[in-house]
Structure formats: C-alpha cells, structure tokens
C-alpha cells in the first residue's frame, strides 16, 4: 500500500535520511512510502531482464542503476522509478551523479518504467506530468492488478501497460494488453507481450 506520511520535507532532508532506502520517494515535499510488495518487484525484475538483453543486443552503453533518483528541477520533488535506463556517455553532464544517484538531465534518461501498486494516481498522471516536462522520451505505466483509475485503462480495468512517447513536447500514449506485441520506440525488436509481463507476478 503505497501511502504518503504527513511530514514535509525539503530536497536535501529528504536525500539525507531516506535516499538509501527504497521504500521512498518524495513529491512537493511529501514523504511517499511505495511499500513495494513481493509480485511488484518481480514484474520490475522482469522488465529489467528483458531490457537487459535488448541494450546487449543494441550494443550502446546505457545501463539499469538499481537505485537512482530523478529531480525535476525546481522542486521539491525526488522520483524512484521501477525501472531506469541511463545513457553512460551522457550521465557525465550530471551536476549532481558523482556525489549522489541523482539525474536532473532528460539527456541521461533513455526510458522509465513504473509498476503500479495502489497509489494509481501517481503513476498514471503526475509522473506523465513531470517525466513529459523534464523530457524523458519513454515512459511506461506497468498496471499488472488493474488498478487504474477507469478514465486511464477503461470501465473493465483489465491490466495493461501504456506506453508513452515524447512527441513534440506531449506524451502519446498507446496501450496494450493480454496477447498484444509490445511496441517500444527505445527497443524496436523487443519481442515481448503484455501477458508475459503480467505472468512475472504470478
């Protein structure tokens, strides 16, 4: 149960007693627990195996951090995404990287992957909020319960993931679900359907 703690906290509060521990994240100053359950962290394990494979396969020096942070800048804000790919060459443009594992650069970020618990809200529309605005070119809300909110995945809530792809500015978002062949612009020849990303946490 992901739920937010009334404590309000700045930036580097927040860096100094919880940016070692994976159970936060903070939003406008609030301490967020994502309390990450046993099926969650199997479907992002999943992810990153597959996503592995294909940066293998691509032959680029981009890499899974497993414990990283992004600021949009100017605010009191610090994501824990479920999933990162960072491009190595561009992290050296980082202000913050050879202190912390901090990324405040959409050019260091090549995708971003976040697995819904119950804190739907978060993911489905504050993070495409802000990962649209920093610049991030790829962004996937993995709903593997269905638990989002129905104006997002529709009346009958069937899992699925969307993916969405930074177009002039703007998120457009395409979804898919059960037998549907993922379509990744980050990994063009992934071969991979929403049902075998649902089944990693059964």
Same mark, same amino acid.
């Given at each position: 149960?992901?739920?937010?703690?009334?404590?309000?906290?700045?930036?580097?509060?927040?860096?100094?007693?919880?940016?070692?521990?994976?159970?936060?994240?903070?939003?406008?100053?609030?301490?967020?627990?994502?309390?990450?359950?046993?099926?969650?962290?199997?479907?992002?394990?999943?992810?990153?195996?597959?996503?592995?494979?294909?940066?293998?396969?691509?032959?680029?020096?981009?890499?899974?951090?497993?414990?990283?942070?992004?600021?949009?800048?100017?605010?009191?804000?610090?994501?824990?995404?479920?999933?990162?790919?960072?491009?190595?060459?561009?992290?050296?443009?980082?202000?913050?990287?050879?202190?912390?594992?901090?990324?405040?650069?959409?050019?260091?970020?090549?995708?971003?992957?976040?697995?819904?618990?119950?804190?739907?809200?978060?993911?489905?529309?504050?993070?495409?909020?802000?990962?649209?605005?920093?610049?991030?070119?790829?962004?996937?809300?993995?709903?593997?319960?269905?638990?989002? *909110?129905? =104006? %997002?995945? /529709?009346?009958?809530?069937?899992?699925?993931? !969307?993916?969405?792809? $930074?177009?002039?500015?703007?998120? @457009? *978002?395409? =979804? %898919?679900? /059960?037998?549907?062949?993922?379509?990744?612009? !980050?990994?063009?020849? $992934?071969?991979?359907?929403?049902? @075998?990303?649902?089944?990693?946490?059964?």
């Amino acid at each position: 149960m992901i739920q937010a703690i009334s404590k309000s906290l700045t930036l580097e509060q927040f860096i100094a007693d919880y940016g070692d521990n994976d159970r936060y994240e903070l939003i406008d100053g609030e301490l967020i627990d994502r309390s990450p359950t046993g099926p969650h962290e199997e479907v992002a394990a999943f992810l990153l195996r597959k996503f592995n494979v294909e940066i293998d396969r691509l032959n680029v020096r981009w890499f899974t951090p497993t414990r990283c942070l992004i600021k949009p800048l100017g605010q009191s804000t610090a994501f824990r995404p479920d999933v990162l790919i960072l491009d190595k060459e561009a992290i050296a443009n980082e202000p913050l990287w050879q202190q912390e594992p901090i990324i405040t650069l959409p050019s260091s970020i090549k995708l971003v992957a976040e697995v819904v618990i119950s804190n739907w809200q978060n993911d489905y529309a504050r993070k495409v909020e802000d990962y649209a605005a920093l610049g991030i070119p790829e962004y996937w809300v993995v709903d593997y319960l269905g638990v989002g *909110g129905r =104006q %997002f995945i /529709g009346v009958a809530k069937p899992p699925t993931i !969307t993916i969405h792809q $930074l177009v002039e500015g703007e998120y @457009q *978002g395409q =979804q %898919f679900r /059960g037998s549907d062949l993922i379509i990744s612009p !980050t990994f063009p020849n $992934l071969e991979l359907t929403a049902e @075998q990303v649902f089944a990693a946490a059964r």
